[in-house]
């Protein structure tokens, strides 16, 4: 039997951040992981560069059925702290778009960096070590593996969510959380690319274009940004954000034309050039593939633009500024980047991660009922989180 201060499960970016933490504070640590490898989805974000943290991070950037949990953890724990312990390994980084930042090499820097930062700590990181079973006697908590047992009074879970299955994501961190009696709201892949219905699959020519559009959800939340139409359907950085605040069954509206108003641009050609056919001045504006689609599918007449009628243009504003489109589902947890739901937080203290009625256990992360937007969110609260743990367990002594 192996006895520790701290045993966390889970070598993602929350466990390992929040053992560096404990150990450089004196606490004997282990770090129990089923895989090969730590920080595993680590290496993959980012397309392999690791969007770290955002340099403007609020309470309004994260989705929990509890929307004030997350502010105590933020505030104690900030991006700058964060960007202070990258810039000391001196990792160099660059802003991409909207405050995120990324590792100018690689995501691999990120992983050295909190493999440092637990050697600095003596943290034990043992691998491929998957639990089988946790029993809580009186005070110390008993894991046991295939091929150990261990024994701990302080147990933090750092699992991580469903998404990404093949970097080897499990229920785990739920099942644990409801042996316990802690509820779970249930997850669903977020961040993640929408499907086509059927009727729209003529839209699949269109794979690998790009196009800056809005999308607003049927709550009233929209983003602007870049939107990919894909083989599947609609990716790109705009449709993964929506996908945080889309339901199942809901449309989504989205002005394919965001820095313009096709009604203007429409009035003042029957001006100047009134002889021009639609197709022509949409194209400008628009891909050519994609009128050409419109017209093929019979979704739009081609005319002179002359000849268009206070019907036509208020009809091609509404197609134009305001499609509705009814995805048939997301691709799910194999391309999700995050799982949306997850740990009650009402059952959590925000101020140190650990559940109000079980003495000694914690939950950090993304196990969580915490989903950040697309843009480094969800590894602030990853470094947040785990700091919070580390602070509150360090505090008790």
């Not at 046991?144 to 261990?150: I, K, N, Y």
């Not at 083989?231 to 889309?246: A, T």
């Not at 995805?327 to 959590?348: L, Q, S, W």
């Amino acid at each position: 039997m192996q006895k520790f201060d701290v045993i966390i499960i889970g070598a993602g970016a929350a466990g390992l951040f929040c053992a560096a933490q404990l150990g450089q504070a004196g606490k004997k640590v282990a770090v129990l992981d089923s895989g090969k490898k730590i920080g595993r989805k680590i290496l993959m974000s980012g397309g392999g560069f690791c969007n770290f943290t955002n340099l403007d991070v609020s309470a309004g950037n994260y989705l929990s059925q509890n929307r004030h949990f997350v502010k105590s953890a933020l505030s104690r724990y900030t991006q700058w702290d964060f960007i202070s312990l990258v810039a000391s390994y001196g990792i160099s980084y660059h802003e991409k778009e909207l405050g995120q930042l990324f590792c100018d090499e690689s995501s691999q820097q990120i992983v050295d960096l909190l493999q440092a930062e637990c050697e600095k700590g003596k943290v034990e990181i043992l691998l491929r070590q998957a639990v089988i079973s946790i029993e809580k006697f009186a005070k110390n908590f008993q894991i046991s593996t295939a091929s150990e047992q261990f024994q701990t009074e302080n147990l933090v879970i750092a699992t991580g969510g469903l998404s990404m299955p093949a970097l080897g994501a499990t229920p785990f961190g739920y099942q644990i959380a409801e042996q316990f009696g802690i509820p779970v709201i249930a997850p669903r892949a977020s961040l993640v690319p929408f499907t086509w219905k059927e009727s729209d699959k003529h839209f699949t020519e269109l794979s690998g274009i790009a196009i800056p559009v809005t999308v607003s959800s049927q709550n009233g939340k929209s983003f602007s940004n870049q939107m990919l139409f894909t083989h599947r359907g609609l990716s790109g950085p705009v449709i993964l954000q929506i996908s945080n605040y889309w339901e199942l069954g809901e449309t989504v509206e989205i002005d394919l034309l965001p820095s313009e108003s096709i009604l203007d641009v429409l009035n003042e050609l029957r001006q100047s050039s009134p002889k021009l056919q639609l197709k022509t001045v949409l194209s400008r504006y628009l891909p050519k593939k994609l009128v050409d689609i419109w017209l093929e599918q019979k979704l739009l007449t081609d005319k002179i633009i002359a000849d268009l009628s206070k019907k036509d243009l208020a009809f091609l504003d509404e197609f134009i500024h305001r499609w509705r489109f009814l995805p048939n589902g997301t691709e799910g947890y194999r391309t999700a980047e995050v799982t949306k739901g997850g740990v009650d937080t009402d059952y959590i203290s925000s101020k140190t991660m650990e559940v109000k009625n079980v003495e000694g256990l914690y939950f950090i992360g993304e196990v969580l009922d915490v989903t950040g937007w697309l843009g480094g969110y969800n590894f602030q609260w990853a470094w947040s989180s785990a700091f919070a743990c580390a602070e509150g367990i360090i505090e008790k002594g």
